[in-house]
């Protein structure tokens, strides 16, 4: 297994255009970027380049009437999903379909040994989207089309999925709530959008305690989530002995963040980053890949992100 940590990202990424003034902007992948460039890891990094999600991938996690809505609202030159929050232009749907494709390629790096492990720096983000609907900045789950992506052509039984953005993956969730092969670990600031991820969402049928929401309320931080992360998923991925892990890397958790009230720091993404190596390390020769997900303030989202990738790296 190479000790070298992979990269996705492209300019491809700053094509899904979301109106003036809208958070989830291109100006996110541009900072995180050039941030890891001004501090030397975007060099230490192999890049990984990303490649279209073909309607096969998609269909894994999506309905084939969602992917028809999708292609149908663009048609119409809507400015919004019609199944939600979402904003899209013209070259949204070959954008979010590179950036699932992006992390399936991050995956095929990480289960084939190019690299130990990888950081998706992909946008639209993903994990509000459900089967059958975009939601919260969301087209298409990529973190869940890289699970499904996993067992489908590497022959993963079990992955491990772990969300720390401020937001719950509601998308994700629903995606994997009766699946029994994909465990779900998930903190997030409540109330907040979507208003999902209570304690006592566990999982149906064979999925049945694969799920583990941890919410938490405005003001969480270090304590709560990296505790949390350490306390109880640590236990669970003993339990469950995943053959990947996927991590959800939303930096909307971070302190001072526009959209959410976490307190997180820069050090304690780099502590979350540790924790989930860790597991990797103990249960499937470190395999692991994370994807941006949310994180609206520009210099805090970019510092977070090479925090993690830092840490990634083993800085």
């Not at 541009?30 to 030397?40: N, P, S, W, Y």
């Not at 924790?275 to 609206?296: D, F, P, Q």
Request: aromatic letters at 6%; a negative charge; charged letters at 20%.
């Amino acid at each position: 297994m190479a000790a070298t940590t992979g990269l996705v990202t492209s300019d491809d990424y700053t094509a899904h255009l979301t109106g003036e003034g809208h958070p989830e902007s291109p100006d996110r992948v541009r900072a995180i970027v050039a941030k890891l460039k001004a501090e030397g890891l975007f060099d230490r990094a192999v890049a990984v380049p990303p490649r279209p999600a073909t309607d096969e991938e998609l269909l894994r996690c999506h309905t084939a009437g969602y992917l028809q809505t999708v292609r149908d609202d663009l048609a119409a030159g809507s400015d919004d999903l019609s199944t939600g929050d979402t904003a899209i232009s013209a070259r949204s749907l070959e954008t979010a379909r590179l950036a699932a494709g992006g992390l399936l390629a991050a995956v095929d790096a990480v289960m084939t040994g190019k690299v130990a492990n990888a950081f998706a720096v992909v946008r639209p983000p993903g994990h509000h989207a459900t089967p059958t609907e975009g939601m919260g900045f969301c087209l298409f789950n990529n973190v869940a089309c890289a699970a499904r992506h996993a067992q489908a052509v590497h022959g993963a039984k079990r992955v491990l999925i772990a969300d720390w953005d401020v937001h719950h993956g509601n998308g994700t969730q629903d995606i994997f709530y009766s699946d029994g092969a994909v465990l779900f670990f998930d903190t997030h600031q409540s109330p907040l959008y979507p208003g999902t991820g209570s304690r006592d969402e566990t999982g149906a049928g064979p999925g049945q305690g694969l799920i583990m929401n941890r919410p938490f309320a405005a003001g969480a931080g270090r304590k709560e989530i990296v505790g949390a992360f350490r306390d109880d998923l640590v236990p669970a991925a003993d339990a469950f002995q995943p053959d990947l892990v996927l991590v959800s890397a939303g930096f909307d958790s971070r302190i001072d963040d526009p959209l959410g009230g976490f307190r997180l720091t820069d050090e304690d993404f780099a502590d979350l980053t540790r924790i989930m190596k860790e597991i990797a390390a103990k249960h499937c020769s470190g395999r692991l890949v994370s994807t941006l997900e949310g994180g609206y303030a520009l210099d805090g989202l970019a510092s977070a992100a090479a925090a993690h990738v830092r840490a990634l790296v083993g800085g």
